[in-house]
């Protein structure tokens, strides 16, 4: 910039001379070209300057925009050292309460229905374990897989409610709210995937609509022992390197697991030993009493035989209900192996049964009689014969598809139970959970402004190793929130960044409310309003910790 600034009163002098030698116009001309060019040069020299110095504005301004996260970092990571009072001080969520996401007025409701296995039966931890078995053993006597496959045992760790099954690639998932692969829930039998590894077969982590075809759900309370099952195998499949087909893993599993249903396996197995499989629920039986001393109708719907039910209701409700009367009692209309999710779409004609005989009616069913119980049938007949439309009826159920799905949109108002529901807020209501998922937005927040703040092209050392250290705490903190779940999966309702999952996009979508037992409505009247919250979000019993609560210790 000097040598170029020296130049200029030799341009000067140059022009001069013309002007003296050459005539008064002559001169003339030439000073005016000579004066354009100087003119010209040191406007040139002005927009030069002129961009350094923004160039080194915006270093500068840059520089202190790394310099002021990388101080709230730093103030962050002190304030990390302790949980915050005012984040002890929030209020806790209540694991039996009621959740609402699309209100009802139960004032409005006159029939109560309701499924059966996981919803009025409550199960034990070990019914997991006895399907898992009855499974394996079916796919090695009947299926002729090797022997070997008798020595596998359950996990109860490894499985959550909610993942996919990708038939094509033998992949079990857990996917997000939009349904994005999460980084963390990829397994290929046992083994997790990484993100690179997910990336080589999937090309990206969101599956789009043509690829969701290939992926079947795993949402009902009995998938947990199918899906322990399918990694398990795969993963022998894999270690004895034998050449398979992912997509015959899973009918085989899935043919195995409804052979042990239908077949009454399970059923007997349960029965046989009622105290290790069943809980039992005196609140139960205080909650139908409770809605039939109202005036309200109760019908029992479920796929399963009638002499499973009976034999479990009366082990459920024995303590509480006496020797003079029956479970039956209390049912305006109960329906056994209705066959749902066809239930809802067939045409199928009810038929009495004969409860001594174990044996079908011919007579045609064109009323409910109290104490009679009744086999397969359809909704279209049901509605016809009770007279029981849409909007008055509130059907109880576990499965999102089976129970849920069709009845919402028939107009049925729909509660989902979820028996998770209980042990995850109280997880998300502990104070280290909250830390965690307050760390990881404040983390979060100082990300974002770094990626805005800086261009790619302008990316300084200091900046690549303020990245480098948000990344890796964040990291930590999603971590430790997705291990305080389950260490494969983490959460059911959440992914690992604290953000809903595609199970709770199901329940979002299917069910008027959700709660973890139907028993829990006891603490509500059967005239409350359920509102759905005013700041609703997309799951209302999800606490979102603000970073706020840092800020001011």
């Keep these: 910039m000097a040598s170029f600034r020296r130049l200029l009163p030799l341009c000067c002098s140059i022009n001069r001379t013309i002007f003296s030698s050459s005539g008064v116009h002559e001169g003339l001309g030439a000073n005016i070209r000579g004066y354009s060019r100087i003119a010209s040069s040191e406007q040139t020299v002005s927009k030069f300057e002129e961009g350094i110095k923004r160039a080194e504005a915006d270093n500068l301004v840059v520089n202190d ?99 996919y099954y990708d038939k094509q690639n033998g992949c079990l998932l857990k996917l997000d709210f939009f349904r994005s692969i999460e980084p963390d829930g990829c397994f290929y039998g046992r083994r997790q995937l990484s993100e690179k590894e997910i990336e080589e077969i999937y090309g990206t982590r969101h599956i789009g609509r043509y690829r969701a075809r290939e992926l079947v759900g795993l949402m009902d309370f009995f998938c947990f022992s199918e899906a322990c099952l399918i990694a398990d195998i795969v993963q022998y499949f894999v270690d004895a390197k034998l050449e398979f087909d992912t997509c015959y893993i899973y009918e085989d599993v899935t043919r195995a697991i409804q052979h042990v249903h239908r077949s009454g396996l399970v059923h ?131 499965h999102l598809f089976s129970d849920l799905r069709v009845p919402s949109k028939a107009g049925w108002r729909t509660a989902a139970i979820i028996h998770e529901l209980e042990s995850e807020i109280h997880i998300q209501n502990e104070d280290s959970y909250r830390f965690e998922q307050a760390k990881f937005h404040i983390l979060q927040e100082l990300l974002g402004r770094l990626h805005a703040t800086v261009a790619s092209s302008k990316r300084s050392e200091a900046y690549k190793l303020l990245m480098d250290e948000l990344n890796e705490e964040r990291q930590k903190a999603r971590c430790m929130m997705k291990r305080m779940f389950n260490r494969s999966f983490g959460a059911t309702f959440l992914n690992d960044k604290g953000q809903e999952s595609a199970f709770a996009y199901h329940i979002h979508r299917y069910a008027d409310v959700y709660t973890s037992k139907p028993e829990n409505f006891l603490f509500y009247s059967p005239e409350t309003w359920l509102h759905a919250p005013f700041d609703i979000k997309i799951m209302p019993h999800h606490v979102k910790v603000s970073s706020s609560l840092f800020k001011n210790q």
């Design 65 to 163: 925009d790394i310099d002021t996260i990388r101080r709230e970092f730093d103030a962050a990571k002190r304030s990390f050292l302790k949980i915050p009072e005012a984040l002890k001080a929030m209020p806790k969520t209540n694991p039996e309460g009621i959740y609402v996401i699309k209100g009802i007025r139960l004032d409005l409701i006159q029939v109560y229905g309701f499924d059966y296995d996981f919803t009025l039966a409550h199960y034990s931890a070990n019914l997991q374990s006895l399907i898992y078995d009855l499974a394996k053993e079916h796919m090695v006597n009947e299926f002729r897989y090797p022997e070997v496959c008798l020595s596998f045992k359950y996990d109860p760790s490894f499985p959550i409610r909610g993942l």
């Design 268 to 398: 007997r197995g349960i029965l046989s030993d009622p105290h290790r499989y069943l809980v039992k629920n005196g609140q139960l039986l205080h909650f139908l009493r409770m809605l039939k001393e109202r005036g309200k109708k109760l019908f029992l719907l479920t796929n399963s035989p009638y002499y499973f039910v009976d034999g479990g209701m009366q082990f459920m409700l024995e303590d509480s209900m006496g020797d003079s009367h029956s479970w039956r009692e209390l049912f305006d209309v109960v329906i056994a192996k209705a066959n749902k999710p066809e239930f809802y779409t067939s045409e199928h004609p009810f038929r009495c049964y004969d409860t001594e005989n174990d044996t079908l009616a011919f007579t045609k069913v064109d009323k409910f009689l109290q104490n009679k119980i009744y086999y397969h049938g359809c909704l279209n007949s049901f509605l016809q014969i009770t007279g029981w439309n849409g909007p008055e009826v509130m059907y109880f159920g576990d």
